[in-house]
């Protein structure tokens, strides 16, 4: 069980090794970079741009003409977009603030560490100025354990009660993410594809509802549990309600080739929805040139990545609100879980995910 600091493709992250995995998290936006089993297949399931990313407090006017956002420039596998999700209205664009907030852009700090012989705790965090808020997060796992139990607290500075939204942004990319093998999902109820024009092109019709996994494709249903090998090139979005009966929502990414399985579980109350981002060779606009392939899996307190004006504008989607009230100086807790396992090279997917004792009981599709 250990804790190590180290630079990596010019980046300061930290390693946390529990001796079954070693979970990455970068101090440039918080992100969780990296996840290495030590029985298994070494390959990272995370998203790494195909572009090289650099620590957002060095973003300048060099890097803008390569990355239209410090966003872009340092993003990678699972950032958290607090305050809001998606971009931000002009005003606020005007005044400075950018896509998904502060949190994924801003410098996080060491405040406690701790690595025993059983136990491991790692607390970052990072302060929110032009929100007015503090994000501290506490990762904990026991030796030898598949599992990470993440809790996140986000506390107001400001003395007004305020409206927010935050979105766990997990992406995953190749090698991890193979087209017609990569396998996803989860505890939907329902779903809904994105209300306007997301991408060029889109292999989902807009503003339709469907029940995962079932998609409406634009020449026919799709199946959203992989990218289709034929299609070469799409950019979607579609959320999926998760089932408020169950007291765990769930979503599961598979590559039964490389027998690898990563997992997130977390309460619905906190987020009701998760977001399946798609990005299949579409977007052409630097620094994506049309070099990537990426999958989102965004469990959050909103439905669609549209800003937080207009999701307090909307009200409500599927029945829930679309976004949340942090009180005056007060604080709001939230936490899931991060699994991480092998898996026969004939799984076919996950049926279901429960807790059990410290930890959850898989039901594999084989």
């Given amino acids: 069980m ?48 195909a572009w090289k990313t650099i620590e957002p407090w060095r973003y300048g006017p060099r890097d803008a003409r390569r990355c239209a956002s410090k966003l872009l420039a340092s993003i990678g596998g699972h950032n958290v977009c607090l305050g809001m999700f998606g971009e ?33 705790r790692f607390v970052y965090g990072c302060e929110l100025p032009a929100a007015q808020m503090r994000l501290i997060r506490t990762l904990a ?12 607290e986000v506390t107001n500075r400001a003395r007004p009660d305020v409206p927010y939204t935050m979105c766990e942004h997990v992406t995953f990319g190749p090698p991890f993410l193979e087209k017609g093998v990569t396998v996803f999902d989860m505890s939907a109820a329902r779903g809904h594809t994105f209300p306007g024009v997301f991408g060029t092109p889109q292999r989902l019709k807009r503003d339709a509802p469907f029940v995962w996994p079932r998609g409406p494709g634009m020449t026919g249903p799709v199946d959203l549990r992989t990218f289709e090998r034929r299609c070469r090139s799409s950019s979607d979005f579609s959320t999926q309600l998760m089932d408020a009966r169950r007291a765990h929502a769930w979503f599961s990414a598979v590559n039964p080739r490389a027998g690898l399985l990563v997992a ?72 899931y879980q991060i699994i991480a396992c092998r898996v026969p090279t004939h799984c076919r997917g996950v049926a279901d995910i429960r807790p059990c004792g410290s930890g959850f009981t898989l039901d594999l599709l084989l």
């Avoid at 070693?22 to 918080?30: C, D, N, Q």
Wanted: net charge positive.
């Fill in 2 to 49: 250990r804790i190590v600091r180290r630079i990596s493709g010019g980046r300061r992250v930290w390693d946390l090794d529990n001796e079954k995995f070693v979970l990455t998290v970068a101090e440039g936006g918080g992100h969780i970079t990296g996840l290495a089993l030590h029985d298994g297949p070494t390959m990272n399931p995370y998203w790494v741009p």
């Fill in 88 to 120: 931000p209205s002009a005003d606020e664009a005007r005044a400075g603030l950018g896509c998904h907030g502060e949190a994924p852009v801003s410098r996080w700090g060491l405040l406690r560490r701790r690595a025993t012989r059983r136990r491991l």
């Fill in 141 to 152: 796992t026991s030796r030898g354990s598949n599992v990470v139990w993440v809790k996140e």
């Fill in 264 to 335: 997130y579980v977390w309460r619905p109350e906190d987020f009701p929805w998760l977001g399946n981002w798609e990005e299949n060779f579409g977007r052409q606009a630097q620094p994506w040139s049309g070099r990537s392939l990426a999958r989102g899996m965004e469990f959050s307190n909103t439905p669609f990545p549209i800003g937080l004006r207009a999701a307090v504008d909307g009200g409500t989607f599927q029945g829930q609100r679309t976004y949340r009230w942090l009180p005056a100086l007060g604080r709001v807790a939230v936490e």
